[in-house]
Nanobody, 117 residues
Framework: EVQLVESGGDLVQPGGSLRLSCAAS????????MSWVRQAPGKGLEWVAT???????TYADSVKGRFTVGRDNSKNTLFLQLGSLKPEDTAVYFC???????????RGRGTQVTVSS
């Protein structure tokens, strides 16, 4: 059974940073595109970033230069380093087994990131 469990969400001030993790089980992430998507209050899902099976990464323009996606294949874990956070980054963040810019695919329950002073 495919399972994805996100953690690391928190309340952080504008300009701050945060590191999200996603523990995967039931499959090996090394063989798949792995992505982060987010959903802001009252809005639809938005693709954030993807890391390919070869380690290459792609980012939404809204987070490029501020967020870094990565993974630890030995721990079957995906990461998202968030930096220079803005209030508009407030959302529930989900990890997903999906290709870049895709919003379908298995995903976890999410972790809440709130950016506010």
């Amino acid at each position: 059974e495919v399972q994805l469990v996100e953690s690391g969400g928190d309340l952080v001030q504008p300009g701050g940073s945060l590191r999200l993790s996603c523990a995967a089980s039931g499959f090996a992430i090394v063989y798949y595109f792995m992505s982060w998507v987010r959903q802001a209050p009252g809005k639809g899902l938005e693709w954030v970033a993807t890391v390919d099976s070869d380690g290459s990464t792609t980012y939404a323009d809204s987070v490029k230069g501020r967020f870094t996606v990565g993974r630890d294949n030995s721990k079957n874990t995906l990461f998202l380093q968030l930096g220079s956070l803005k209030p508009e980054d407030t959302a529930v963040y989900f990890c997903s087994r999906s290709a870049p810019r895709m919003l379908t695919g298995p995903r976890g329950r999410g972790t809440q990131v709130t950016v506010s002073s």
